[in-house]
């Protein structure tokens, strides 16, 4: 009969990478091992203590070890034993068949980018650039007070959506859109020389 291998995930908080390898169910019994992610900075540990085992995961979201004990006939035999983070509930281990670990790999991957994007619009400011998006919102304002916004298709009705860097003049009525730049003074001084907005309007909505 071929030995068991269990198949063990977890990413490295270091360098982010997704560490996958399989140990036979023997070797992992037998003591204590180390899976050490290949750029050396972070790794796995099993400490056995008999009928158990004591797995020390790094975390990524807190930046420490968790330490967690599991039953060795878990360790062993469940098809799938989940390690995750008491703060954040992420996982931060998994133990079992290639199949089902893998698997939760990518969901926690993918649980892992959706984090870093949400830092990243965290540390970013709501606008590449205040000044410019406060003076281009001001501007477009008086232009819509002086009804200067309108849509080729002949509707003045349209909805304003501000994004990062730029400000979206959507037609109510044939959905068309008008893309205004705010990222740079320039755009500004583009915006304070025009008298109206003309929204392109949609070709199908004329005919
Ligand atoms: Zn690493
Ligand atoms: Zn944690
Ligand atoms: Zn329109």
Request: aromatic residues 4%.
């Amino acid at each position: 009969m071929p030995e068991e291998t269990r198949t063990i995930g977890y990413i490295c908080p270091v360098c982010g990478q997704a560490v996958i390898a399989s140990r036979t169910a023997f070797q992992l019994a037998a003591g204590d091992s180390t899976l050490p992610c290949p750029c050396g900075k972070s790794e796995l540990g099993f400490h056995q203590l008999g009928d158990r085992c004591e797995v020390t995961a790094p975390c990524l979201f807190c930046a420490k070890d968790h330490r967690a004990v599991c039953g060795n006939d878990a360790l062993l035999r469940k098809s799938l034993l989940a390690l995750s983070c008491p703060a954040s509930g992420l996982g931060t281990c998994y133990i079992g068949e290639e199949g089902q670990v893998f698997r939760a790999m990518e969901k926690l991957e993918a649980a892992v980018d959706k984090l870093r994007l949400d830092e990243q619009a965290d540390q970013r400011g709501a606008f590449l650039d205040e000044t410019v998006m406060a003076e281009v919102l001001g501007e477009l304002k008086d232009i819509a007070a002086r009804g200067g916004v309108r849509c080729a298709c002949g509707s003045a009705d349209y909805g304003v959506k501000v994004g990062y860097s730029s400000v979206d003049l959507t037609c109510a009525r044939c959905g068309a859109t008008l893309r205004l730049s705010a990222a740079t003074p320039d755009d500004l001084d583009d915006l304070c020389v025009r008298d109206t907005l003309i929204i392109p309007g949609r070709k199908e909505s004329t005919l």
